[in-house]
């Protein structure tokens, strides 16, 4: 076999060595922003991939040439790997609690308690007045029970992480009671058969899926029943022929027995927000009303703050919880009770208007009109290429709550002369910052009602540099 001679063009070996890559000045820009040991790796990848897509080419380049091409080629999975992440978004989809995007978004209050209260040392679990160690959470549970009326409160991890807490102390190797109606899958894989699995307790089906009698309950309790469960359906409706017993049969029956009645409400309110069609959502008071001994619901769907799993409820119950092992591993972090204060705060007040997911909620069409009316103006003023027109539509709620509930917008419909909708729709989340639309019909539609006014300037930007 003839040695390949120094100038053959396709030769494998003008490909650079891993350390002629890290020696270049692109590796040397990247260096402290991810750290050497990452750089090598990347590099590593940048010459393999190299090497691979050269093993079938008869390609002609010379070893500078490649050099530059692996370079290239770093400088790209650099980038990449510092852009992955939590970036902030522009929501353009009109989705309020949009669990993809973050769910709810915090309210200037929350924001400011998160940078200036909480993200140093604070008083999480210390109490000024005697210089000892305080409880954890006392705040957010005495805020908890003034706006629910419940007799006391617990913060865990995420609503699915208080069912779990829940079902586990309450119930495990003993049996718990649920309408077949009721066992539903919210998203994200929180489905009721499985915590109740995972949470060690025995369900007992009852009724049908349609209809469940408070007679069926009855017939179910044997002497190994400790718990009745109720499921919010949340993202889901059964309607025609349906009946399940109110809350306050459920508890009637459960107390007559010795049982506990647990709620699952979901989203649930801790105000009443039927006026934005939200009557479906369980007013948490009325279930604590109705007798229920423990409810639990989410922090970032309705009320506006961060992920967690709000348990309020009779006394004795909340404090079984507490005092049980799990709840030390699910407990919510210092973030989450700073920003949970804060809303709660804004819920006592009744300062609704201060929790961004309510205010939009509660933005009018005429208002969302006139915002996209500007907003169209502007963009066909300043663009030749795109071009911008009013459709009606329709948000939503999100977050599997009220979804029955499709709040009437006015949608900006962008179309380009030579982009596709899609097109369109990935360049928009390209920009700095990322924009997020939604297509439909071979149209890329954006929603102001989910884009606060102050970033309606930045979404222009956006907008105008889609190319
Ligand atoms: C959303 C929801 C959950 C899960 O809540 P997370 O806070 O996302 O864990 C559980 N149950 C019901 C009924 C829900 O609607």
Do not use: W
Not at 66 to 73: F, G
Not at 107 to 119: F, G, I, N, Q, V
Not at 129 to 145: N, Q
């Amino acid at each position: 076999m003839s040695r390949p001679s120094v100038s053959e063009p396709s030769s494998l070996r003008a490909i650079p060595s891993v350390d002629q890559l890290l020696r270049s000045e692109t590796a040397n820009q990247f260096r402290d922003l991810i750290g050497a040991a990452r750089l090598t790796d990347l590099a590593r990848q940048a010459i393999d991939e190299l090497r691979e897509g050269l093993q079938n080419s008869s390609t002609t380049e010379t070893k500078n040439e490649l050099l530059t091409k692996a370079a290239s080629r770093l400088e790209e999975l650099c980038r990449h790997d510092r852009s992955a992440g939590i970036r902030r978004v522009i929501n353009a989809t009109g989705v309020i609690l949009h669990t993809n995007l973050g769910r709810a978004p915090l309210s200037d209050a929350a924001r400011k308690a998160l940078t200036s209260e909480a993200a140093g040392y604070c008083t999480v679990e210390y109490d000024l007045g005697t210089g000892t160690r305080g409880r954890r959470a006392a705040r957010v549970e005495e805020l908890l029970v003034q706006v629910t009326g419940g007799e006391a409160g617990l913060v865990v991890n995420n609503c699915a992480s208080a069912a779990l807490l829940i079902l586990s102390v309450l119930a495990r190797d003993a049996e718990t009671i649920v309408s077949r109606g009721e066992l539903v899958e919210i998203g994200g894989d929180f489905r009721v058969p499985e915590v109740m699995s995972n949470s060690g307790t025995q369900m007992v089906e009852v009724g049908t899926t349609n209809r469940t009698k408070l007679e069926d309950y009855r017939r179910a309790i044997s002497d190994r029943t400790r718990l009745i469960m109720r499921v919010h359906p949340s993202n889901y409706r059964i309607i025609g022929f349906t009946h399940a017993p109110a809350l306050k049969e459920l508890a009637t029956l459960a107390h007559e027995k010795g049982l506990l009645l647990y709620e699952d409400a979901g989203s649930g309110v801790v105000t009443d927000l039927s006026k934005f069609g939200l009557g479906e959502e369980p007013l948490i008071r009325d279930s604590i009303d109705a007798g229920v001994d423990v409810v639990s619901f989410s922090g970032d769907k309705l009320l506006g703050a961060s992920q967690a799993g709000l348990i309020v409820g009779r006394h004795s119950v909340i404090e079984r919880l507490r005092k049980h092992s799990l709840y030390r591993a699910l407990r919510a972090d210092k973030l989450c009770l700073a920003v949970l204060e804060v809303t709660l705060n804004a819920h006592r007040r009744g300062a609704l208007e201060e929790i961004p997911a309510l205010r939009m909620l509660g933005l009018s069409k005429e208002v969302l009109e006139q915002r996209a009316t500007e907003f169209a103006k502007r963009v066909n003023e300043a663009s030749d290429s795109i071009s911008a027109r009013l459709v009606p539509g329709e948000s939503a709620v999100g977050g599997g709550s009220g979804p029955n509930v499709h709040p009437a917008t006015t949608l900006i419909s962008l179309s380009h002369a030579t982009l596709t909708a899609n097109e369109l729709e990935q360049s928009l989340r390209q920009q700095t910052p990322p924009a997020i639309g939604r297509i439909s019909d071979d149209q890329l539609l954006l929603d102001l009602r989910t884009v606060e006014p102050n970033e309606e300037p930045e979404l222009l930007t956006a907008v105008l540099n889609m190319s």
